[in-house]
Each structure stands twice: as C-alpha cells, then as structure tokens.
C-alpha cells in the first residue's frame, strides 16, 4: 500500500503561482504513474495533471504551459508547479498513486483558492 501527504495549498491571487507537494511512503516502487486530481464545488472531479514511473508527463488542455508535475525520487516526492493561476483553478487538488494491479490510492487534498 502507498500513503499520500499532500501539502502547499493556499490563497494566492490572479497570475500568481503556487506549488503543491504529494510526500509518498509505502509500496512506493510498484506505482505505474502519479497524477494530480482537482474537484471545484459541485463540479466532477477532473484530472490535471499526470507523470509515468518512466517520467513521461501529461496535461489537461486548461492547464497546459501553466503548469509542470515533476518528482524528486530521493524524497518520494511529486510536486504540482502552478504559475499563471486563473480563478477558475480554484478547487480541492488530490494526490493519486495508481499502482500496479489498478490499485489507486488517494491523499487527503489541499485547497487551492485563486482571486481575482
């Protein structure tokens, strides 16, 4: 199993940046990729942001060239670089683990509010 601690979420306004941290501790070695999840209120909960065991990334059309999902092995580290922030990336981010075997496992998320 994989344990995720996320943290850097805040209030931040309009064209400024932020950078979210997802800490994993666990099975860390049989995860197939990691990937930043956001849900706004009453909305779906839409992916972000996604980095492969093999350090491929891939972006929502909204977010790309604003944002970088990156990883420091030495920490069991991912981290969420956010510039250019718009109010409407206002929402909760989760941290997702998907293991494998299609396990996922899920932080506790961070609130992330841009104003205008």
């Known amino acids: 199993q994989v344990q995720l601690v996320e943290s850097g979420g805040g209030l931040v306004q309009a064209g400024g940046s932020l950078r979210l941290s997802c800490a994993a501790s666990g099975s860390i070695f049989s995860i197939n990729y990691m990937a930043w999840h956001r849900q706004a209120p009453g909305k779906q909960r839409e992916l972000v942001a996604i980095i492969t065991s093999s350090g491929i990334t891939n972006y929502a059309d909204s977010v790309k060239g604003r944002f970088t999902i990156s990883r420091d092995n030495a920490k069991n580290t991912v981290y969420l670089q956010m510039n250019s922030l718009k109010p409407e990336d206002t929402a909760v981010y989760y941290c997702?683990?998907?293991?494998?075997?299609?396990?996922?496992?899920w932080g506790q998320g961070t609130q992330v509010t841009v104003s205008s």
């Open positions: 997702k683990a998907m293991m494998a075997g299609s396990r996922g496992y």
